[in-house]
């Protein structure tokens, strides 16, 4: 069913009491389907009022007056969606806002599907497609960190980069097909060799702007990332410290956790998507083996092991397995990293920093007391680690989705091929069939070339209501 040229309505403001609560309404005739539920004080219709203003009145329902509230017509194309668009605002209680809002249906609205207001102004053109999912990045951000890398390019930090780089690949093609047409006109203002030299400057760009996703996707996303180490070392001590509070049981008997304990908590300006796990060891109880069995398969599918260790207790067999352990999963997963943190600080150290490496290769070491909560250097390492200190997140434009990295790495790719084919001695034409490529790549990250199941995909997050 094409809902476009249809009227929609759904409740903006989260669900529950407050103080009031947003009907929105968009589509040709919202305004007239309004004038139905709406009645203003001063007995006129809405549209006779000045577009913008809030109008006061009673908000009427089959049954009579359901409350009173106030209501802000926007005319298209000056509004959210492009469309015409009312917004009702009525007191804010869950019963109430239901009624207000079955009473707009009554009058002939659609209820909302998830993100269709804003799909609705991504149609019109009144906000590309990187805009529109920093929308929904802002609702779900869970630090101050995501809120700056979505609010940049909800002003249009990304997308202007990306337009940048479209231009410049447009502008050469432009070059390269007059060639092609008029190969005896000398219409082409760029020679071979400033062809070659254009193309690649272009081609490093697309990568400088790829390599972002991985700062991007540790601020908005998050690292995956398991505390984990033979019994009794302080995992789940570490893991109360990063979060700031008690979430798992603590206790000086081995074994206390028995299962993943999985939280999300900001840490310096990345993410981590933490899982605390049962230690690690030769285990003959059923129970604690499963345990141990998952908390081997966290190793096997995180990006960050924090491998914890007694820094007051010698180093000893249990230990060695846990890194026998460690290194399989860096067998199936080389780009995982490895932090070695030494607990109990606060106590005498019984072992140095040599040892561990001789345990786990290329592992990072840190030494800290879990007990004392205090995991600044923690974090900071860990910053490091996944975040471009170069960048700045509320200026820079940086990739922060899969669907935009792919579609770069596409280009990348189609750019390596044009530049393969002019270093090789082919003419012009064969590059210029990659730079189109290339192209298109680049306009699916702002929607200009998307397919509309990506586009369905991506609304279909958006809760109801925006």
């Keep these: 069913m094409n809902r476009l040229g249809s009227v929609i309505a759904a409740v903006s403001t989260p669900p529950g009491k407050g103080g009031i609560a947003v009907i929105r309404i968009s589509g040709p005739g919202a305004a007239d389907i309004t004038d139905k539920v709406f009645r203003p004080k001063n007995e006129k219709s809405l549209l006779s009022h000045a577009p913008r203003t809030a109008v006061y009145g009673d908000i009427a329902g089959e049954d009579g007056i359901i409350d009173d509230g106030l209501a802000v017509y926007f005319p298209a194309p000056n509004s959210y969606t492009g469309e015409d668009t009312v917004e009702i605002s009525c007191h804010g209680g869950i019963l109430l806002t239901q009624l207000v ?34 929308v929904i990045d802002l609702i779900d951000a869970e630090s101050r960190e995501s809120v700056k890398l979505a609010s940049s390019q909800s002003r249009g930090a990304l ?27 000398d219409l082409t203002d760029v020679p071979g060799s400033e062809l070659l ?5 272009i081609r490093n760009e697309v990568d400088s702007l790829a390599s972002t996703w991985k700062t991007g996707r540790a601020v908005k996303d998050g ?9 009794n070392v302080g995992k789940s001590s570490l893991l109360n410290a990063l979060l700031g509070y008690d979430r798992a049981i603590v206790t000086d008997i081995a074994g206390t956790t028995r299962d993943i304990v999985s939280e999300k908590v900001s840490l310096g300006r990345a993410s981590l998507k933490l899982s605390d796990t049962a230690g690690i060891h030769k285990a003959e109880d059923i129970v604690e083996r499963i345990g141990v069995d998952r908390a081997v398969e966290e190793l096997e599918k995180s990006e960050l092991i924090l491998a914890v260790f007694d820094g007051s207790q010698p ?9 026998f352990h460690i290194g399989a999963a860096r067998k199936n997963n080389p780009s995982v990293r490895v932090i070695a943190v030494i607990n109990k600080s606060d106590l005498p150290a019984v072992f140095n920093d040599s040892e561990i490496k001789k345990l786990i290769e290329d592992a990072e070491i840190i030494r800290l007391s879990a007990c004392s909560g205090n995991v600044t250097t923690l974090a900071e ?11 700045d997140l509320s200026n ?9 990295y792919a579609a770069l790495i596409r280009a990348r790719e189609d750019l390596d091929s044009a530049l393969k084919s002019l270093k090789s001695g082919f003419t012009q034409d064969i590059a210029g069939l990659d730079v189109e490529h290339a192209m298109s790549n680049i306009s699916e990250i702002d929607g200009l070339s998307v397919s509309e199941d990506i586009v369905d995909d991506i609304f279909h997050r958006f809760c109801v209501g925006k």
Excluded: W
């Design 197 to 201: 030299s254009r193309l690649s400057d």
């Design 396 to 404: 820079d434009a940086i990739i922060s989705n899969a669907r935009q």
């Design 223 to 231: 690292i995956s990332a398991c505390i984990a180490g033979k019994p």
């Design 101 to 134: 809002l079955e009473a707009v249906f009554a009058a002939g609205a659609l209820p909302a599907e998830p993100g269709e207001f804003t799909k609705r102004a991504y149609i019109s053109g009144k906000l590309g497609l990187i805009k529109a999912e920093s």
């Design 315 to 323: 180093l000893d067999s249990a230990d060695s397995e846990f890194a």
């Design 159 to 185: 997308s202007g980069k990306i337009d940048d780089i479209y231009n410049k690949m447009k502008q050469l093609l432009s070059s390269i097909y007059a060639y092609i047409d008029f190969p005896d006109e």
């Design 381 to 391: 390492l860990i910053d490091r680690m996944f975040i471009d200190g170069s960048l």
